[in-house]
C-alpha cells in the first residue's frame, strides 16, 4: 500500500524557496544562516522617489487626456459641420517613432440622423491622439457615398494637433502613387477627389467676442484638476 503520508519536509523546503525568492525580488535581505550565496546575485531595486514618480505619471496621464480631447473635438466638428449626407468610410492612420496605427469607421449621416458605431469612434479618435504627438504624423481620409450622386474622396493631414484639409491634387497623388515604389497607379473610376473642407474648432469663448483665442478643452478627470 502506498505511503499517503504528506510531505511535510519537502513543503517546507518549497516554502523556505518561495519566501527566499519573494525577498529576493523585493531588495530584502535573507537571513544570515543561508549559504546559497545568492546575495550577490539578488536584483535590489534602485530607490525610487514616490512623489516624483506620481507627479510624472499624473502628467503623462493629464497629456494623454489632453491629445484625446482634442482629437474628439475634431472628429465632433468634423461630422457637425464637414462631412455632410451620405455613408462615410472613414480611415485615420498614425506613424510615431515606435510603430504605425490605422483604424477605420463607417457612419452614416441622413438629415439630422446619425447612425455610428461608439466603439469605433473612440478607436478612430485613438488614432488620431497619436498622430498628435510630439515627432508623429498622421492623416484621415474620408471616402463618401451619397444616394443618386458620386462617389468623392477628401483627406485631412493630422498637423498641429488638428486636421488640415488637402487639396484635390494632394488626395488625388494619395491614390494614384504607389506609395512604396512611388510609381503612377491608374485612378479609380467614377471616383471623385476633392478639396477638403476647413474643419473648424470648437469656440470657447461663451461671449461670442471677435479674437477670441479658444482655449482646449479640459477633458481631466475632477480629482486631477488644479
Not at 71 to 98: E, I, K, P, Q
Not at 123 to 138: E, F, K, P, Q, S
Not at 153 to 173: F, H, S
Request: hydrophobic share 35%; charged share 25%; net charge negative.
Amino acid at each position: 500500500m502506498p505511503d499517503t503520508k504528506p510531505d511535510t519536509q519537502g513543503r517546507e523546503t518549497m516554502s523556505k524557496y518561495e519566501d527566499h525568492t519573494r525577498q529576493s525580488l523585493d531588495g530584502q535581505s535573507v537571513s544570515p544562516g543561508d549559504e546559497s550565496g545568492s546575495d550577490a546575485m539578488r536584483w535590489a531595486p534602485a530607490p525610487a522617489d514616490e512623489d516624483a514618480t506620481t507627479k510624472a505619471i499624473q502628467t503623462a496621464a493629464d497629456a494623454a487626456h489632453a491629445l484625446l480631447g482634442r482629437a474628439a473635438d475634431a472628429y465632433v466638428s468634423l461630422v457637425n459641420d464637414v462631412l455632410g449626407d451620405g455613408t462615410h468610410h472613414m480611415v485615420a492612420s498614425a506613424s510615431t517613432r515606435h510603430r504605425r496605427f490605422a483604424e477605420c469607421q463607417e457612419l452614416t449621416l441622413t438629415d439630422d440622423c446619425l447612425f455610428i458605431d461608439e466603439t469605433a469612434s473612440v478607436r478612430l479618435c485613438a488614432v488620431i491622439a497619436a498622430a498628435m504627438v510630439g515627432g508623429a504624423t498622421g492623416g484621415l481620409v474620408v471616402r463618401t457615398f451619397t444616394i443618386g450622386g458620386p462617389e468623392f474622396v477628401r483627406g485631412w493631414r493630422i498637423q498641429d494637433r488638428w486636421l488640415r484639409p488637402l487639396t484635390a491634387r494632394e488626395i488625388r497623388e494619395a491614390y494614384t502613387v504607389n506609395a512604396e515604389t512611388g510609381a503612377p497607379m491608374e485612378p479609380e473610376p467614377e471616383v471623385e477627389y476633392r478639396q477638403a473642407e476647413r474643419v473648424p474648432r470648437p469656440s470657447q469663448d461663451p461671449t461670442g467676442g471677435a479674437g477670441a483665442i479658444p482655449a482646449p478643452r479640459d477633458n481631466r478627470p475632477p480629482n486631477r484638476r488644479d
